[in-house]
């Protein structure tokens, strides 16, 4: 067993925020789709969407990326850290 003791918090931060940024793309699309659907009129064209939600998920992806890491190195100094199993490919 090896125990991951540590996390790096910008690391961690870049890939929650590309992971979200993902999530946003899909929950855009979504919310293009219904706009659609339903003949949605907002001040701002659909396609704007596919930009926003994205960004906006990014953007929030990272920051909590980064709460989550240092939290996580606080907690695991505290009480150790999480327990993974290796193996050899």
Same mark, same amino acid.
């Given at each position: ?13 870049? &890939?929650?925020? !590309?992971?979200? +940024?993902?999530? /946003?793309? #899909?929950? =855009?699309?979504? @919310? ?19 930009? &926003?939600?994205? !960004?906006?998920? +990014?953007?929030? /992806?990272? #920051?909590? =990326?980064?709460? @989550? ?21």
């Amino acid at each position: 067993m090896k125990v991951l003791k540590r996390v790096g918090v910008l690391s961690a931060a870049k &890939i929650l925020g !590309l992971l979200s +940024a993902f999530m /946003g793309v #899909v929950v =855009g699309g979504v @919310y293009v789709l219904v706009g659609l659907a339903i003949g949605r009129f907002f001040p701002w064209p659909l396609w704007a969407d596919l930009i &926003i939600w994205p !960004l906006g998920y +990014a953007a929030l /992806g990272f #920051v909590f =990326g980064a709460i @989550y890491a240092a939290l996580y190195n606080l907690g695991a100094g505290w009480v150790g850290g999480i327990e993974i199993e290796l193996e050899e490919a």
